[in-house]
């Protein structure tokens, strides 16, 4: 069993940032990647960062520059830095990794969500 544990969402003025964590924990042979996905009303869930193993990351467009991603692979942790906050940016925001349970067998595993709402 794998929980990911999603901390730090809010209510934030426009400009302003927060700071997203998520631990991964439970029965982790390895930690492939792991990231952030967000989801408005009425909108798909989206992509926001990823970072694997190797350090690459992916941002969506509409993030870059203002949204820094990083991990700690021994804590089994990553982060979502966001700055100067939109209102557009008001979703829930979901942990995301790609976990190997055994050596041979992975999955990916969801959090519950943390929301983060941003006032114009």
Sequence with gaps: QVQLDESGGGLVQAGGSLTLSCVASG???????????????????????????????????????????????????????MNSLKPEDTAVYYCHAYIYTTRVSWSDYWGQGTQVTVSS
Aim: no cysteine; aromatic share 10%.
């Design 27 to 81: 029965s982790i042979f390895s930690v492939i990647a792991m990231g952030w996905f967000r989801q408005a009303p009425g909108n798909q869930r989206e992509l926001v960062a990823h970072i694997n193993n190797g350090g690459a990351i992916d941002y969506a467009d509409s993030v870059k520059g203002r949204f820094t991603i990083s991990r700690d692979r021994v804590q089994n942790t990553v982060y979502l830095q």
